[in-house]
């Protein structure tokens, strides 16, 4: 993990400014103390980080808990009756993981997976827009449609008209400016621009433009317009933040619903942000899934007994850190110890943090995670992808995540139940090595996605200097998402040594340079 030390702490430094407000945020947010946020956020990095098998992606206080959250508190009767659920919950994650019950996240089509990033990227652009312009009326991490207060997120962005603060915008404005010229031009320019990263140089500016504006009747930027981490008078006053679980109410069957709801909601987000994360990243790394739902199950039960709130993989974290360069999971470890060292040592220069600065590094991760070109792409490859992602981004922008990714699911299988019937026999492999260590793998008539776990699972499995025979010449049907799988196997295929040969109506070729390029050449179907 330490090799790529030089890519990893110039990621954990964004990450640790993107989960800070979002850590606080989700905590106001869920009507928990501000701290069992922050709490959450190092566990998420440090626990978690060094506990699971995902090299980029990072955990924490998830947003979309935070309605649950919010109602059982008000349930239970207190915060500390709440955390013996949240220990409960991860005492169950530990089942799931045991039980193999990561394999769900193969299930969710590609088209779905692409849809919730791209529905996520929206929803952050359109909840930063009033923090950008110095319009704070909801905290940061609340990604509900209709906000806490029953306003839509669009009746928020027009509100915000009339709430424009002339100091937070224009620091938002030189943030934005900065992150977009450090991207664009200075990482060119020279290792010195890489090493330091832009949101590092926007949020020091955005700290010296409030303190040299505090006092300016214009440019003065409020303090609910800051971040607002606790200040801690002594050590005795910091550790009076941790508050503890109240294991008399276990006996409670409230407790136990509870501890289920939050097990298998953050189980979901879970599995689907690694399954979202493994998609984005470069090289293309493969999660092992159990093991993550015993990471992540680890880190509620450590979460709940001192005070945090309940833990899930986030994907805003995740995909600022493959933005930023992270390549091992010491980006995700050290932004926890960030998180610490922090609030321990400099919680009053956090607290000079524009708000609006930090809204301008998650607009620049939303646009990423939603650019105009891959709605194109989508429509491009067809009805059977486009309208599962559309459906997809809809749902997530218009009612929350889950609601979102179930509608899209319903429409992708519809859409499939439509278009192919079910065939059991859709994978056949025959060794014939003789100590060659020679495979053939004959694909059926359809291939959808549904088959994707069983295909990873053989490919995967496949040992080093291995002779692949990929036969397709039956295949009439083949989903989007295997070929997406062909296309990131040969990238392993060419590290483990494995030469594939590709059998199809139209000839063979050994090592295709691109599947996807190679099926787009397929005659359609009828």
């Not at 650019?371 to 989508?378: A, E, G, N």
Request: with cysteine.
């Amino acid at each position: 993990m330490f090799k790529t030390i030089k890519n990893d702490l110039p990621a954990s430094i964004v990450v640790f400014f993107v989960a800070l407000p979002l850590c606080l945020g989700i905590a106001l947010a869920s009507g928990a103390p501000l701290f069992s946020g922050v709490i959450a956020g190092i566990i998420g990095g440090v626990i978690v980080g060094t506990l699971s098998g995902s090299k980029i992606g990072v955990s924490g206080p998830a947003a979309g808990l935070a309605a649950i959250v919010l109602a059982a508190i008000a349930t239970l009767g207190s915060y500390e009756n709440f955390l013996v659920a949240v220990v409960l919950g991860g005492v169950i994650q530990l089942l799931f993981g045991i039980l193999k019950a990561g394999i769900i996240g193969y299930y969710f089509p590609s088209s779905v997976i692409k849809g919730m990033l791209t529905g996520i990227g929206i929803i952050i652009i359109l909840k930063q827009i009033p923090h950008f312009f110095g319009y704070d009326a909801n905290p940061e991490g609340d990604l509900l449609f209709f906000k806490l207060d029953s306003k839509g997120t669009f009746s928020e962005l027009i509100g915000t008209i009339n709430h424009i603060k002339l100091g937070s915008t224009l620091i938002g404005v030189i943030g934005l400016a900065i992150l977009i010229l450090w991207d664009k031009v200075l990482s060119k320019k020279g290792k010195v621009f890489q090493l330091i990263q832009g949101p590092l140089v926007a949020v020091m500016v955005g700290i010296i433009f409030f303190a040299v504006t505090k006092s300016n009747e214009v440019l003065a930027i409020a303090q609910s317009h800051l971040v607002n981490v606790p200040v801690p008078e002594d050590a005795s006053s910091f550790f009076g933040q941790f508050s503890f679980p109240n294991f008399s109410v276990i006996t409670n069957p409230d407790v136990w619903i509870i501890a289920f709801t939050i097990a298998l909601v953050a189980s979901l987000e879970t599995l689907l942000c690694v399954e979202a994360t493994d998609k984005l990243d470069p090289n293309k790394n493969v999660t092992p899934t159990n093991r993550e739902l015993l990471a992540q199950g680890t880190g509620n039960i450590i979460s709940g007994m001192v005070g945090g709130l309940p833990i899930t993989q986030v994907i805003v974290r995740s995909s600022a850190n493959i933005q930023s360069g992270g390549v091992s999971k010491m980006s995700a470890i050290i932004h926890g110890l960030f998180l610490i060292i922090s609030v321990i040592l400099i919680p009053k220069l956090l607290n000079m943090i524009p708000l609006s600065v930090l809204a301008a590094i998650l607009l620049v991760v939303g646009y990423k995670l939603a650019k105009p070109s891959l709605f194109k792409k989508m429509y491009n490859l067809g009805w059977k992808q486009s309208i599962p992602f559309t459906v997809t981004v809809l749902g997530i922008v218009f009612i929350d995540l889950l609601y979102g990714i179930g509608l899209g699911l319903s429409v992708g299988i519809i859409v499939i139940l439509i278009k192919s019937y079910q065939n059991s026999h859709f994978l056949h492999i025959e060794d014939n090595s003789n100590g060659k260590h020679k495979i053939k793998m004959t694909f059926a008539e359809e291939v959808t996605f549904f088959n994707k776990g069983a295909i990873l699972k053989e490919l995967d499995s496949l040992p080093r200097d291995t002779f692949l025979e990929l036969d397709v010449r039956k295949t009439r049907y083949l989903d989007n998402d295997i070929i997406e799988i062909l296309e990131d196997f040969a990238f392993k295929a060419n590290e483990r040594d494995i030469d594939i040969k590709l059998i199809s109506e139209r000839g063979s070729v050994e090592n295709p340079s691109s599947f996807i390029e190679f099926f787009k050449l397929r005659p359609k179907s009828t």
